[in-house]
């Protein structure tokens, strides 16, 4: 009989206020009980990530198992593409849209089970998504894995970020009641496919701008209801000035992925996306980028992930 099969668990204790910490020992558990060998990693910070993995990965585990929430899954990009390890999800954070988007339960020991589940059986478990990569005009790069936002998404990600209550969804739309006092347009210039026969581009007034790899963001809001985490295409939904009572008619629809059927709303494809406009800032997947200008592309099929099913988000008709 052969040795079991080494995993790295990277716990993030303080993703979602303390979940990543509860959840870390009953998923060490479970996969311990699906015969798997875990080791521990435990990461406060991104420095601390940045420095720690490396060092874990130089002799690839058979899978690094992120117990934490969007930001720490992407933080560790870089090094499980580098490495071709696949990259096992138990959702402890606040919004936990990527492991929405792939179809994963959100308890420990469930996420724990598909991830041993993947592991025994790669045809039935293991699948191969996109990643997406941005540069930031300080020169600033990283990889993300469902949307990058540019205006009043990227605000209210920050006003989140600054608030501790509530938690989950809520806190994201006490960021938005709090942001909407504040509603500005600014002059948008967005370029598809730059310096390629294809490339074309959009320049007029907007209060924001979102490229998805994924569809969601914000906890279950299908911002970019179309993106598809293995189609090879990054997509774009361009929100045009609109007055602030529009504006809030127009909000609800974000839960459902309706919102893009109005005009005022441009929706798009490519496999590159630079995004101009004065004074705004970038995030992707719940994180601080940088400053705009911003040139987004697709990395396609970079990633392994250890998931039952992608699962697209089923619009309302």
């Known amino acids: 009989m052969g040795s079991a099969k080494r995993v790295v668990l990277l716990v993030n204790p303080a993703a979602g206020r303390g979940r990543g ?5 009953e998923a060490m558990r479970r996969l311990q009980e699906r015969g798997l060998a875990v080791e521990t990693l435990q990461a406060t910070s991104a420095t601390d990530l940045r420095r720690l993995l490396p060092e874990v990965l130089a002799v690839p ?3 690094l198992v992120v117990c934490g929430g969007d930001g720490t899954v992407a933080l560790a990009l870089d090094e499980l593409v580098a490495t071709r390890v696949p990259l096992g999800i138990v959702p402890a954070g606040t919004g936990n849209d990527t492991a929405r988007t792939l ?14 589940d ?4 790669p045809a039935r478990g293991m699948r191969v998504v996109d990643t997406g990569e941005l540069t930031c005009a300080g020169g600033e790069r990283r990889r993300f894995l469902s949307v990058v936002c540019t205006g009043f998404d990227a605000l209210v990600n920050e006003r989140a970020n600054r608030v501790g209550w509530p938690t989950g969804r809520a806190r994201y739309l006490r960021a938005v009641a709090e942001e909407l006092r504040l509603l500005r347009a600014v002059p948008y210039r967005v370029v598809y496919d730059a310096g390629l026969a294809t490339e074309h581009r959009v320049e007029r007034t907007g209060l924001m701008v979102s490229v998805g790899n994924g569809p969601s963001y914000g906890g279950g809001m299908l ?45 798009d494809s490519a496999a590159t996306v630079r995004v101009e406009a004065p004074g705004r800032l970038a995030y992707a997947d719940g994180e601080r980028a940088g400053r705009l ?3 987004v592309r697709v990395d396609p099929a970079s990633l392994r992930v250890l998931a039952p099913i992608l699962a697209p988000p089923t619009l309302e008709r």
Do not use: M, N, Y
Request: hydrophobic share 45%.
């Open 293 to 295: 200008p911003v040139t």
């Open 118 to 121: 993947g592991l025994h059986d």
């Open 61 to 63: 585990p058979a899978a």
């Open 223 to 267: 911002i970019c209801p179309g993106a598809r985490l293995d189609d090879g295409r990054l997509s774009t939904t361009f929100v045009s000035e609109l007055p602030r009572l529009v504006f809030l008619r127009v909000l609800p629809g974000v839960f459902r992925g309706t919102h893009v059927r109005r005009e005022e709303i441009l929706t």
């Open 103 to 116: 179809g994963l339960p959100g308890g420990a020991r469930a996420a724990a089970d598909v991830v041993a």
């Open 21 to 25: 910490a509860r959840f870390a020992p």
